[in-house]
Every structure is written in C-alpha cells, then in structure tokens.
C-alpha cells in the first residue's frame, strides 16, 4: 500500500491545476479517495473528523450486498437448468449466473459512473460516491433477462434525473436504483412483468440450452393470478424460487441487514418498523380482506416473498431519501410495510409493491420530519408556559 501511495504522490501533480492531465482531475480525485481516505483538514469552522467517510460507508453496503448478490447468481443459474430439465453441479450453475449477472453489474456501473465523471469534471467538482451502492443495487432488482440495452437506458435516466437534477449525492430525494426499477417497469412492461422474465432463456458459453419460451411464475405472481394461494415452503426462505436476481433469499439478505446494524450503518427502527407495517397489514387484510388468494395469504409469507425483505433492509434505509428525526423512522418504516401490502393486495396487475410504497413515502419522508419537529417545538412551548 505504501507503495501505491508513493506512486499516486508521483502522478498528482499532472492532474492538479496547470498539470498536463488537469482535465481529468475529478477521475483522478474519485480514485485516489477511494484507496485512501483524504488526509486534507478544514482551515475554517468546527468539524469532527472520523477514518468513515461516505466512501467507506457505501464500500461497506455493497460488502453487505455481496450474500445476496452471490445467491442471486446462483440461482439465475438453478432457475435454468430446472426449467431446461437439466443436471447439473454447483459450480455449473454458479457459473451459469455469474455469467448471466456480470454483464448487467458492468452496464450498470459503465454507464452510471461514465455519467458521474462527466457531471464532476463539467461541475468541476470531485466524484461522489453515492453511485457505488447503486450501482450494485440496480442489477439485482431486475429479472434476469433483462436486457443490457435496456437496463444501460434506465440506469442513465434515474442518475441524471433522479439524482443530478437535484445536486448529486446526498441532495436526490427518491432512491436512484428503485426509480431505475420504475422506469423500467412503465418503459418496457413486458421485459419486466409476466412469467417469461424471470428466467434466463439463453444458453451461455456451452452452460445449459437456449430455450424458446420459459415459463416460471414467482409465487406472488401465482397468488395474484389464481384462487389458491401458494404453501408457505423452505425455498421461500433460502430463495430457490423464481423472481429478481438479488431478492429471492431471505438468509442472504439476512446476512447483510446484520453487518449494517453491526455497523451502525442502517436505522434498526426502519428496518423493524417496515417488517411490522408489512405484518401488521398482512393480518388486516387476512381478517376482513377481499376475498382473493393474495389477500388471505399468511402475514408471513409476504414478508418473505418478492423484494419485501430486501427493500426494508437496503431501500427502506436509505439515510438520503428516508426521515432523519429518530420518530419519524417509526412512522415512515411502518407506512412503507403498510403500503407494499396494500398495493399487492389490492392490485393484482402488480403484485409486488414494495418499489411503489418506498418511492411514495421518498415523497412523505420530509412532511414526517417536519411534522415530528413541529411537535416537538409544540409541545415543549407548553411546557415552558
């Protein structure tokens, strides 16, 4: 390491001002932060200084995305050989989705990186890191046919006009993946609804077999589909089923929502009072719901179902676009759970709705913060009176 710091000691002055490559100074600055943490102080003001700056908080929400993103990838793979009627071993199916899935992270960050050093070097400003978390996130709230071409699309409109527009990081008041998922849902409905998504159809590199047509419905689908809503199973907790690349697994996503509590990284009253609004909403509607299969399905298994799991642990919590002011997490968590279960069970043409309820609430999470600050002055005017 302290080799390669000497070396970017060495280079700098070409990218300072008046240096030959002072062009590419904001490019050099994001990479040079991110080996390394700044060592430059204020002159002026109180600050607090602290290792954990915004680089090293989101490097350490995507090592959180890492078991789900892994899962995900073999399961892209399992979903195909099971579909194509095919054998095969582990690491023909890990192999199978890494190669399926890494095109897409590649997109994803060619495109919404290539963006953010256009904006930095126009701007003259340096590279935020706002774009390393999504990044990461937008592959895996995807299908994994989805195409390249599209998701490039997507991921180019939610960074210019869900984060740009509004001053970059820390400034963009909805989440950037979760608005690339709705462009994508409203754009090209057909690449991302419908049983044929789900599964990838191709043959990769001599793994598996192209298949014409691939139908595999994700449960939620079947329940808002049919009159029968499906057995609660242990695949529903590992993630063997169909649905988004890094959705299906509980346990994974288990795994990350602990290191980000561990950490301090992500709001545990968020986290928890998304899951109880989901329960809470999922018992209402078993008591005196519509008569429909998704309406009488178990609390539990829609909060295990779809993106529920992930979007509490990694959407929900989102520090930029979720409330600050520790009540108003109660509240903006538990409407987020209340929300998604409203929309999957009374709309049965998107039986997902978790994106919906966290991009409403983006939307609500000032009026909850400015509602629970004004009750706060209220009711300590009254005490002083």
């Not at 908080?57 to 959180?64: D, P, R």
């Not at 301090?264 to 299969?293: C, E, H, Q, R, Y």
């Not at 709705?353 to 300590?380: E, H, T």
Request: glycine share 10%; charged share 15%; proline share 4%.
């Amino acid at each position: 390491m302290k080799a390669l710091r000497n070396y970017l000691d060495k280079i700098k002055p070409n990218f300072e001002e008046g240096g030959k490559l002072h062009a590419f100074r904001s490019v050099f600055d994001g990479f040079e932060t991110f080996l390394f943490v700044p060592n430059a102080t204020a002159k002026t003001g109180t600050h607090i200084h602290d290792a954990i700056d915004s680089k090293r908080i989101m490097s350490m929400v995507v090592i959180a995305l890492i078991p789900a993103l892994l899962f995900g990838m073999y399961n892209v793979g399992y979903q195909h050989f099971k579909a194509a009627g095919l054998d095969g071993s582990f690491c023909e199916l890990f192999a199978y989705g890494f190669l399926a899935v890494l095109p897409k992270i590649i997109v994803s960050y060619v495109v919404g990186l290539g963006i953010e050093f256009v904006v930095a070097q126009w701007k003259k400003e340096e590279i935020q890191e706002g774009f390393l978390v999504s990044g990461m996130l937008i592959p895996m709230i995807v299908p994994a046919d989805c195409p390249l071409w599209i998701l490039a699309v997507a991921t180019a409109f939610s960074v210019i006009f869900a984060k740009e527009v509004f001053g970059g990081t820390g400034m963009n008041i909805f989440n950037v993946a979760l608005i690339t998922r709705a462009f994508l849902f409203f754009a090209y409905p057909t690449k991302m609804s419908g049983d044929a998504v789900w599964v990838s159809g191709d043959s990769i590199l001599g793994l598996g077999k192209q298949m014409d047509t691939v139908t595999a419905a994700t449960p939620l689908g079947v329940a808002a589909t049919t009159s029968a809503a499906p057995d609660f199973s242990m695949d529903m907790v590992t993630g063997l089923i169909p649905g988004s690349i890094g959705e299906t697994s509980v346990i994974a996503i288990s795994l990350g929502a602990i290191l980000l509590l561990w950490t301090g990284i992500a709001s545990w009253k968020v986290m928890l009072s998304v899951f109880v609004g989901g329960a809470f909403m999922g018992w209402v509607f078993n008591a005196v719901g519509p008569d429909t299969a998704i309406a009488h399905m178990p609390w539990y298994e829609h909060l295990v179902l779809g993106g529920f799991c992930f979007g509490a642990v990694f959407m929900a919590t989102d520090p930029v676009t979720s409330a600050r002011t520790e009540t108003g997490k109660y509240i903006y968590g538990f409407l987020i759970g209340v929300m998604a279960i409203v929309i999957r069970v009374l709309n049965p043409g998107y039986p997902e709705g978790m994106m919906l309820a966290i991009l409403l609430m983006n939307i609500f999470a000032p009026l909850i913060d400015y509602c629970v600050v004004q009750n706060n002055i209220s009711r300590r005017a009254k005490r002083t009176c």
